[in-house]
């Protein structure tokens, strides 16, 4: 039943862009925080950025201006708008929902920068 849903990702050259989706269902929404993480396999999961329930934002330190999070709540999406991407930039992206007694992550998507 809950469900988050993550779409966008995929091979870009360095210098472009891409914009993640994720749909959110079977949980509380536009009252909650929603998130992105990245994660090479063998590292920890990153913050990339947070939006509160107030539209407040949060973005990891590489960010450094590069991407957008926001939020569509009658839509129960959140999105990450990424630009000036780098090969450095190359990982599995997570949606994030943080809840009080239970997290939950989607099954990431895929970004892959090129050189």
């Known amino acids: 039943q809950v469900q988050l849903v993550e779409s966008g990702g995929g091979l870009v050259q360095a210098g472009g862009s891409l914009r993640l989706s994720c749909v959110a269902s079977?949980?509380?929404?536009?009252?909650?925080?929603m998130s992105w993480y990245r994660q090479t396999p063998g590292k920890q999961r990153e913050l990339v950025a947070l939006?509160?329930?107030?539209?407040?934002?949060r973005y990891g330190d590489f960010v450094k201006g590069r991407f957008t999070i926001c939020r569509d709540n009658a839509k129960n999406t959140v999105y990450l708008q990424m630009n000036s991407l780098q090969p450095e930039d190359t990982d599995v992206y997570y949606c994030?929902?943080?809840?009080?007694?239970?997290?939950?992550w989607g099954q990431g998507t895929q970004v892959t920068v090129s050189s």
């Open positions: 994030y929902a943080p809840r009080p007694a239970t997290n939950y």
């Open positions: 079977g949980i509380s929404f536009r009252s909650n925080a």
């Open positions: 939006i509160t329930n107030n539209d407040r934002t």
